[in-house]
């Protein structure tokens, strides 16, 4: 799995009972980005512009690093890979636009590479068979998070928070729908200012942002989008909220900010759609269980506490899954509803007619 965030690609072995129950983590890892590979892939998310022959190569060089990073984790942990029955892989979203006459969402990693270079089955291009079926292509995890975390005894939000977040309403009662969507921006405002004011990579806990104060001024013109008052179901992307995005936000308020005071007031743009979105959808839950990277943002979890202050905010790691490796067993446990040709999607959640087997499987 590689997201929004583009802070690596996440590498996860598990094991399922051959219906899909009795899921089991194995091992992890998370590769990063070679500097020169990650710029090009950072320019043409942001630019979204590219030569057919930059594009192509840029396919194949993801594909290369996706095959050479299980490789080398299957060596590491002394596992064949002819004990391993198939490989999901997302690859990197480069486009999505999931609504129009002619919807669709980009993903590149060429999975015919990966295919040849691990000697392993690969399942890729979830997304594009849930928007043929009229769906919006994700969020597709949420499935998965019910599968693993729900509950019969409590309502409960599962909360991924990337470069984008999304959340998974999960009912106790099998009688009402799991909802899932995004919510908006997570960690890519703060992850583009902090590169830009402090040429740091992300705010470490939020610190950066704790040390700030909100201006409200300048968080009622990031909340005046239309987006937060979309109805569902929705998702978006980088192709929404990106840097020029801040920046005719930023410049609506006339008065000089502060960068930190900015890191503080997107920090509580993050928290707060997420809460808005938890209150109006899920206001029975219990419980918010975190994770992705924003999960490390101890600030952003405080302020999300306060926020929802009659619910109770942790970690997937309380559910037992640590919260740096959910999304990638997820497209572990997608690979294998596809290969046992089984349904992927939710329909309640994506807006898809129907339930669709999800992927194209590339034969070892």
């Not at 089991?24 to 500097?35: E, G, L």
């Not at 005071?261 to 707060?272: F, K, M, R, S, V």
């Amino acid at each position: 799995m590689s997201g929004t965030s583009l802070d690596g690609i996440d590498v996860a072995i598990t094991s399922f009972s051959e219906s899909g129950s009795n899921f089991q983590f194995v091992q992890a890892k998370t590769f990063p980005f070679p500097n020169g590979l990650h710029q090009s892939i950072k320019q043409l998310i942001t630019e979204q512009q590219s030569s057919l022959q930059d594009l192509g190569e840029l396919n194949i060089a993801l594909g290369q690093l996706i095959g050479q990073s299980i490789n080398t984790l299957l060596t590491e942990q002394n596992i064949s890979p002819a004990d391993i029955k198939a490989i999901g892989s997302h690859g990197q979203t480069i486009f999505h636009s999931p609504v129009g006459d002619y919807p669709f969402s980009q993903q590149i990693g060429d999975a015919n590479i990966i295919a040849e270079m691990t000697g392993i089955t690969t399942v890729a291009n979830f997304r594009q068979r849930d928007i043929a079926a009229g769906g919006q292509g994700a969020p597709l995890v949420p499935a998965f998070h019910h599968a693993l975390f729900h509950s019969n005894d409590e309502d409960r939000v599962i909360v991924n928070i990337g470069g984008i977040s999304n959340i998974t309403c999960l009912p106790s009662s099998s009688d009402e729908p799991i909802l899932g969507f995004d919510t908006g921006p997570g960690n890519v405002l703060l992850d583009y200012w902090i590169q830009l004011q402090l040429e740091q990579s992300y705010d470490s806990n939020g610190q950066w942002a704790a040390s700030g104060k909100c201006n409200n001024k300048l968080l009622s013109y990031l909340l005046d989008e239309p987006y937060f008052k979309q109805a569902i179901p929705k998702s978006t992307g980088r192709e929404l909220f990106n840097s020029d995005w801040l920046a005719k936000k930023i410049a609506l308020e006339l008065n000089d900010l502060s960068p930190v005071d900015i890191q503080a007031t997107i920090t509580e743009l993050t928290a707060l759609t997420i809460a808005n979105d938890i209150n109006r959808y899920a206001s029975t839950s219990n419980s918010v269980f975190i994770c992705g990277g924003g999960a490390h943002n101890q600030h952003l979890l405080n302020r999300l506490q306060s926020l929802l202050d009659t619910k109770n905010v942790s970690t997937t790691e309380s559910l037992g899954l640590h919260p740096d490796w959910v999304e990638a067993c997820a497209f572990s446990w997608l690979a294998h509803r596809t290969v046992n040709k089984q349904s992927g999607n939710l329909p309640s959640v994506t807006g898809a007619k129907r339930p669709v087997i999800l992927g194209a499987i590339y034969p070892a």
